[in-house]
């Protein structure tokens, strides 16, 4: 497969087969690129975002 079809393929996952990639799949490929800083600082940022939208949306929606 290429990338791209790779890339849809997961895209048009079920919510819970997406959490399920995330939780299984990802893993594996992890440690190979926690080597590769650009990945674990983007990796990162995207969990940043995640954590403060949740924390936005919890403490701040009612003011």
């Avoid at 819970?16 to 926690?34: C, G, N, Q, Y």
Wanted: hydrophobic content about 40%; glycine content about 2%; charged content about 35%.
């Amino acid at each position: 497969m290429t990338f791209d079809e790779v890339k849809n393929a997961v895209l048009n996952l079920s919510d819970a087969d997406k959490t399920r990639f995330l939780l299984e799949v990802v893993p594996h490929i992890w440690s190979e690129r926690t080597v590769d800083k650009a990945c674990v600082d983007r990796m990162k940022a995207l969990v940043d975002e995640a954590i403060e939208k949740e924390y936005q949306e919890q403490h701040m929606g009612n003011v």
